[in-house]
């Protein structure tokens, strides 16, 4: 047979899967080691940029304070303080908005402010007191308790949050009027019921407790020895034709 009519070499099926193998686990290392060289070169960078921050980088840090005395006005000395408070209050805004007249309705706003609180009261010197010697016990008519305005918040603690309705823009606005009239809000909450009912005992012992200290020093020889001191203030009493509740005694040591 000739030469020239022996048919071509061609390459095997085998042959060629194999090279494909290789050339995939070739890649597969590839991309695991450019994984790792990129590894090691991220954590170099960390240590790169940690070191350049505690070692190169010089940071200032400078807080200025403008005042502007808007107004000093004096007590006169007739100002005792008998209570403090420190509470988290938590203010929450609803602003819900619909069309034709109710019928579609466009979502509501919420916002949210909560924040610690300090809350002092006190009771005027000059206003009216009495106080009446039953045995040895002193009872004393104090005056009302009054919120200290306005209450101290503490802006550390104070966390906001506003959510606006599906067919509502206005959450920042809404939280900004809501953090604007805190101040007010807060002053109205400070003298409410539920407040003073919390303080009224501690304002009680410090009553007491000035009675003990100042009055009855200056009295003592006129009065002579008291035992107990019972605080009265002027929400305590009753209308009348109703039984009366004496309030707790303050033992004098």
């Not at 101290?152 to 104070?158: D, P």
């Amino acid at each position: 047979m000739a030469v020239d009519s022996l048919p071509p070499i061609t390459e095997s099926p085998r042959h060629r899967s194999g090279c494909w193998r290789l050339l995939g686990i070739f890649l597969a290392l590839g991309l695991i080691l450019g994984g790792f060289m990129a590894w090691k070169f991220m954590d170099v960078t960390k240590a790169a940029m940690a070191w350049i921050t505690e070692n190169a980088v010089t940071q200032d840090i400078n807080e200025t304070f403008r005042q502007s005395v808007t107004q000093i006005v004096s007590t006169k000395g007739d100002i005792l303080e008998v209570a403090t408070m420190e509470t988290d209050e938590t203010i929450t805004k609803y602003d819900m908005k619909s069309i034709f007249n109710q019928t579609v309705y466009l979502g509501t706003t919420i916002s949210e402010i909560r924040t610690p609180v300090v809350y002092r009261y006190h009771i005027k010197l000059s206003d009216g007191w009495q106080l009446r010697v039953d045995g040895n016990q002193c009872i004393v008519h104090a005056p009302a308790l009054r919120p200290s305005q306005p209450p101290a918040i503490r802006t550390e603690g104070m966390q906001k949050k506003s959510e606006a309705g599906w067919l509502r823009f206005n959450a920042a606005e809404s939280l900004a009027e809501l953090e604007k009239n805190l101040t007010p809000t807060l002053e109205k909450r400070a003298g409410n019921r539920s407040h003073l009912n919390l303080i009224r005992e501690s304002a009680r012992k410090s009553v007491a407790e000035f009675v003990k200290k100042w009055l009855l020093t200056q009295e003592r020889n006129s009065m002579g020895e008291i035992d107990s001191i019972t605080v009265i203030f002027p929400d305590e009493i009753p209308p009348n034709g109703e039984p009366r509740t004496m309030p707790p005694t303050v033992l004098v040591p």
